[in-house]
T-cell receptor, first 115, second 112 residues
Framework: GAGVSQSPSNKVTEKGKDVELRCDPI?????LYWYRQSLGQGLEFLIY????????KSGLPSDRFSAERTGGSVSTLTIQRTQQEDSAVYLC?????????????FGDGTRLSIL | GESVGLHLPTLSVQEGDNSIINCAYS??????FIWYKQESGKGPQFIID?????DKRQGQRVTVLLNKTVKHLSLQIAATQPGDSAVYFC???????????FGKGTLLTVNP
């Protein structure tokens, strides 16, 4: 596609439920990133992938968060047993490889609301 | 510690004026910087980037200036238009990792 695609665009769920967020990167981009943006805040890095591998998972807030990527393309971010503090916009970005000075291009995010 | 911050949280300008948005960073290992524009309900949109071996880079109506001596970055927008109204973020990348560190953003409002 022309840009990074994320689905769903909005998700409302009850506390304690699991949610799965999807990201489709720009075609040909091998690097993929997940960020979280809380209301009125900047972006917080969560995890990145080079191909299907995630070398650095230190940004994930807790062990309730996990992410995977298959086929070097689509990625899913899963949050188990959601809590109210998980409410945020989850943004995905991709870039043409992990070479330095390659700008990351973002999708429009999934707005997650935990009731 | 590492931080990227903005001097002004809000900026209001008249249509046609030039806008300057400032950003300070404290990580001397930062060697790549990006400016993003974020409109309401949208993801950050890449505007322009600059490497640490440069002090100025120009795009269409935008110029980014980098002063490594004082660890300062600025985005200049020429002939600001109502469509430029958005939150602008600076982001930095250090030489040791691949994650962008973002500032909290500046809200630019362009008055017609």
């Amino acid at each position: 596609g022309a840009g990074v695609s994320q689905s769903p665009s909005n998700k409302v769920t009850e506390k304690g439920k699991d949610v799965e967020l999807r990201c489709d990167p720009i075609s040909g981009h091998t690097a993929l990133y997940w960020y979280r943006q809380s209301l009125g805040q900047g972006l917080e890095f969560l995890i990145y992938f080079q191909g299907n591998s995630a070398p650095d998972k230190s940004g994930l807030p807790s062990d309730r968060f996990s992410a995977e990527r298959t086929g070097g393309s689509v990625s899913t971010l899963t949050i188990q047993r959601t809590q109210q503090e998980d409410s945020a916009v989850y943004l995905c970005a991709s870039s043409f490889g992990l070479r330095r000075n390659q700008p990351q291009h973002f999708g429009d995010g999934t707005r997650l609301s935990i009731l | 510690g590492e931080s990227v911050g903005l001097h002004l949280p809000t900026l209001s300008v008249q249509e046609g004026d030039n806008s300057i948005i400032n950003c300070a960073y404290s990580n001397s290992a930062s060697d790549y910087f990006i400016w993003y524009k974020q409109e309401s309900g949208k993801g950050p949109q890449f505007i322009i980037d600059i490497r640490s071996n440069m002090d100025k880079r120009q795009g269409q109506r935008v110029t980014v200036l980098l002063n490594k001596t004082v660890k300062h970055l600025s985005l200049q927008i020429a002939a600001t238009q109502p469509g430029d109204s958005a939150v602008y973020f600076c982001a930095e990348l250090s030489s040791s990792n691949y994650k962008l560190t973002f500032g909290k953003g500046t809200l630019l409002t362009v008055n017609p």
